[in-house]
């Protein structure tokens, strides 16, 4: 049975005027426990919409979200949600991000310190636990985000272009921890983003979307073994066929709006 189905899933916001935009045209999928599922499309076209129905933060108009089984509803499954803007809370320290998901859920303090020590060192951030967020750099924010998102064990991770606003260096730096960090907590992971490279050397799977309203247009199994190359001619290859897909979408959109 998959970890999470998405079924049909239909959204769209309504203007003052009540004018309709249409942002997600009957999306379904699936993702298998312990997948790292990435989806990748163009700028605009629904993908935090996506996240956030799945988290449970916002109403479809129609379909469904299911967990293990069974239909959400009401809260009662478990998200972590690392958002496309840092979120920490300016005024606790990392430590005190991390932990606030366990205040949250009334863990009780010792149980509290020990998952909350283990998040820290899992994510290397120990020499900067009591630390406010402005005295951490960019990618120590969202590796504590990372940290903050996994300490309850949700269900299933969802992150929202998390590495854009980042330099390059740092931005591979964090791919790789977040992929050792996955694969030490045995998580479930959606991971959106519009670096086709990173999806390719990130994913078990990419699922491509189409310009707003969204629709998959189609669906990539990367199946290489890790740790990958993301020079290697397999890498490169995924990458060439799914950029001339996105070209193919861009070209449709520019002709629609007559450009
Ligand atoms: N609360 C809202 N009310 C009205 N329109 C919205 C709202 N949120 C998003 N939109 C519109 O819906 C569309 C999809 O937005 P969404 O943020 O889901 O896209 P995205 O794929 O995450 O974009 P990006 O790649 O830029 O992050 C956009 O055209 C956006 O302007
Ligand atoms: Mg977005």
Same mark, same amino acid.
């Given at each position: 049975m998959p970890k999470l189905s998405v079924r049909n899933l239909r959204k769209s916001y309504f203007n003052d005027d009540m004018e309709e935009t249409k942002v997600?045209?009957?999306?379904?999928?699936?993702?298998?426990?312990?997948?790292?599922?990435?989806?990748?499309?163009?700028?605009?076209?629904?993908? &935090? &919409?996506?996240l956030k129905i799945i988290a449970g933060l916002l109403q479809p108009d129609s379909g469904e979200v299911v967990f293990d089984g069974a239909r959400a509803s009401g809260g009662r499954h478990r998200v972590g949600f690392i958002f496309q803007q840092e979120s920490l809370f300016p005024w606790r320290t990392v430590r005190k991000n991390i932990e606030f998901g366990l205040e949250?859920?009334?863990?009780?303090? *010792? !149980?509290?310190?020990?998952?909350?020590?283990?998040?820290?060192?899992? $994510?290397?951030?120990?020499?900067?636990?009591?630390?406010? +967020?402005?005295?951490?750099?960019?990618?120590?924010?969202?590796?504590? !985000?990372?940290?903050?998102?996994?300490?309850?064990? +949700?269900?299933?991770?969802?992150?929202?272009?998390?590495?854009?606003n980042l330099?390059?260096?740092?931005?591979?730096?964090?791919?790789?921890?977040?992929?050792?960090?996955?694969?030490?907590?045995?998580?479930?992971?959606?991971?959106?983003?519009?670096? $086709?490279?990173?999806?390719?050397?990130?994913?078990?799977?990419?699922?491509?979307?189409?310009?707003?309203? *969204?629709?998959i247009i189609n669906e990539f199994v990367i199946s290489l073994p890790r740790p990958r190359d993301r020079t290697s001619t397999d890498c490169l290859s995924y990458r060439a066929e799914i950029l001339d897909l996105l070209r193919v979408e861009q070209e449709k959109a520019m002709h629609l709006r007559g450009t």
């Open positions: 997600l045209d009957g999306i379904s999928f699936d993702v298998q426990d312990r997948e790292f599922l990435s989806i990748l499309g163009p700028s605009g076209c629904g993908k &935090t &919409t996506l949250a859920e009334h863990y009780d303090p *010792a !149980e509290r310190q020990m998952l909350v020590d283990r998040m820290v060192d899992l $994510v290397g951030m120990k020499e900067f636990e009591n630390n406010l +967020p402005h005295e951490i750099s960019g990618g120590q924010a969202r590796k504590t !985000e990372m940290a903050r998102s996994l300490v309850t064990s +949700p269900d299933i991770l969802v992150s929202d272009e998390c590495f854009s330099d390059s260096q740092t931005r591979n730096y964090l791919q790789e921890e977040f992929l050792r960090i996955w694969q030490e907590t045995g998580s479930t992971i959606i991971f959106v983003s519009h670096n $086709v490279d990173e999806a390719v050397f990130m994913s078990d799977r990419v699922i491509l979307l189409s310009n707003i309203p *969204a629709h």
